[in-house]
C-alpha cells in the first residue's frame, strides 16, 4: 500500500495464547501507502505479533520467542504447551461458535480512517456492518488525538457489532517517509535503508521506540516492516519501495537479520508485527496503488531468495503477513498474489509454515481496479487469506455481503471463511482483545 493513503503452531487456526485472556469490553494506498492525507511514501502497506516473551502466533513451532520481556496486552510467557496451546483454541472456537454470520465476516475487514476525519465516520460502519478492525490512514497529528480516537473507536464495539470483540487498530509507522503518527515529542525513525545498516542492537532499539510509541496511543497492530529487498540494478527506479528508502537493503542476506530485529523491537514495545509485501516488491517498477504498468516480476520462483527475510520474520514471531497486489508469473501465471491460493496457501502457509493472520495491502489498489469489490473479498478468502484492508470504509458493506452471499450457497467457502476468522479471533485472544468466558 502506499502510504500516502493508507496490515505458532503449523495449523489451521494459528493460535499460540496460553489459554484464555480476558480484555477489556495503510494504508499504503490506504494501508501501506498510508491511504490518503499528508505525503506518506508509495506503496507501503498499511499496512501483529505477540508481545515480548509470548508464544508467537504467525510463527511455526520452531520460531524462537521474539523478545525476553513482557508487554502491554502480551500473550502468555515463552514455553507454552500444547495443552495449553489447545486451551487457547478452544477459547477462539468458543468465541467464533457464539459470532453471528455477519459478525463473523466483519472479523475479516480492516477499514481506513482518514486524518482529519472525525472517528463517527468509521464506528457508524462497525456497528453498521459489524467490522472488527481499523486502520489511521494519511498523517494524523498528536499523540492526544490518537489516544482519545483509539479510545472512542474502542467504544463502538459491543454484543450487536462485533460480539464483543476489541478492534485491531493498526498503523504504518515504519520510519522516514512512512511515518503516519506524528507528534513532535516523538521524531521519527530513520528511513529503512538506514535503518538496516545499524547494529542489531540498535534496531531492536528502533522497533522497540515504535512499539511503545504505538501501544501508548491505542494502536494495537504496526504494519511493518517491509521484507521487501531491492536489488542495486533497480534501485530508486522501484517506485513502491526503492524510491522512498523503504528497505533494509539490497541482498536479501542482509535483510532478513533487520526484518528479525525490527520485529523483535517492536514486540519488545508491545505491537503486533506485519511482514510486507509477499513475496516482495522489490523487482517491480510500478507501484500497484497507482497502476498495473510495470507490476510484474518475472524473476520470482518458488525458491527465491527474497523469499528468505519474510521466512526470518516468520520464525521471529510476526502475526501478520500482507499480500502484494503485484503479479509473479513463474509462480502463478494466472493471478496477482493478493488472488493466489498458489502464494498464499502453497507456498507462504505451506513451504514457509505461516500459521498466522494474512492480510491484503489497500484492496483500492489501482491494480486491482478491473476486479468488482465484492469479488476482490471473495477471492483472497478463497485463496487462503484473512483480513481485508481497504482504505474506504464505504467498501465494507458489499465486500461483507460478498463473503456472506457465497457462504451461503458454498459449503467449502463457509468453511474457509470460519478459519480465516478463527485465525483473526486466535490474534485477538492471544493480545488481550478477545474476552472468554
Not at 193 to 221: F, H, M, T
Request: charged share 15%; with cysteine.
Amino acid at each position: 500500500m502506499r502510504p500516502t493513503r493508507l496490515l505458532v503452531l503449523v495449523s489451521a487456526v494459528a493460535l499460540v495464547a496460553t489459554g484464555c485472556t480476558s480484555g477489556d469490553g495503510s494504508s499504503e494506498s490506504a494501508s501501506s501507502r498510508g491511504s490518503g492525507g499528508t505525503p506518506a511514501a508509495p506503496g507501503s502497506s498499511s499496512p501483529g505479533a505477540s508481545s515480548p516473551g509470548a508464544s508467537t502466533p504467525g510463527a511455526s513451532s520452531a520460531a524462537p520467542s521474539a523478545t525476553t520481556d513482557s508487554a502491554p496486552g502480551s500473550a502468555s510467557s515463552p514455553g507454552n504447551s500444547q495443552s495449553s496451546a489447545t486451551s487457547s483454541n478452544g477459547c477462539a472456537d468458543r468465541i467464533v461458535a457464539r459470532l453471528t454470520p455477519d459478525q463473523r465476516v466483519g472479523q475479516l475487514v480492516m477499514v481506513g480512517l482518514q486524518a482529519g476525519s472525525p472517528a463517527s465516520s468509521v464506528t457508524s460502519v462497525v456497528r453498521e456492518h459489524n467490522v472488527g478492525n481499523v486502520l489511521y490512514l494519511g498523517g494524523w497529528e498528536g499523540n492526544d488525538l490518537v489516544s482519545r480516537t483509539s479510545a472512542e473507536l474502542q467504544r463502538a464495539v459491543g454484543p450487536e457489532s462485533t460480539g464483543g470483540l476489541r478492534l485491531l487498530v493498526a498503523a504504518d509507522q515504519e520510519g522516514g517517509a512512512v511515518w503516519q503518527l506524528r507528534d513532535p515529542s516523538t521524531p521519527r525513525l530513520p528511513p529503512a535503508v538506514e535503518q538496516g545498516r545499524a547494529a542489531p542492537a540498535q534496531r531492536q532499539a528502533y522497533g522497540r521506540q515504535v512499539g511503545s510509541l504505538l501501544d501508548k496511543v491505542g494502536v494495537n497492530v504496526n504494519l511493518a516492516p517491509v521484507a521487501d529487498t531491492v536489488p542495486t540494478s533497480i534501485g530508486e527506479a522501484n517506485q513502491p519501495i526503492g524510491r522512498h528508502g523503504r528497505q533494509y537493503g539490497s541482498d536479501p542476506a542482509a535483510v532478513g537479520p533487520a526484518v528479525q530485529d525490527l520485529v523483535r523491537g517492536m514486540h519488545a514495545g508491545g505491537v503486533a508485527t506485519t511482514l510486507k509485501h509477499f513475496p516482495g516488491l522489490g523487482r517491480v517498477t510500478g507501484n500497484t496503488d497507482f497502476t498495473a504498468e510495470g507490476t510484474d516480476d518475472s524473476v520470482a520462483t518458488r525458491s527465491d531468495p527474497y523469499l528468505g527475510p519474510f521466512r526470518q520474520g516468520i520464525q521471529a514471531g510476526s502475526e501478520l503477513v500482507m499480500m502484494s497486489s503485484a503479479r509473479y508469473p513463474k509462480i502463478d501465471a494466472d493471478n496477482q498474489a493478493v488472488f493466489s491460493r498458489t502464494m498464499i496457501t502453497d507456498v507462504l502457509r505451506g513451504q514457509l509454515g505461516f500459521g498466522g493472520v494474512v492480510i491484503t495491502d489497500d484492496l483500492n489498489a489501482k491494480a486491482l481496479s478491473g476486479v468488482p469489490v465484492g469479488e476482490r473479498a471473495t477471492r483472497f478468502v478463497a485463496a487462503g487469506g484473512d483480513i481485508l484492508l481497504t482504505g474506504r470504509a464505504a467498501d465494507a458493506g458489499p465486500m461483507t455481503q460478498a463473503l456472506l452471499a457465497r457462504s451461503s450457497t458454498d459449503p467449502a467457502f463457509a468453511k474457509q471463511v470460519d478459519a480465516a476468522v478463527r485465525r483473526v479471533v486466535g490474534l485477538k485472544v492471544a493480545r488481550g482483545l478477545a474476552p472468554c468466558s
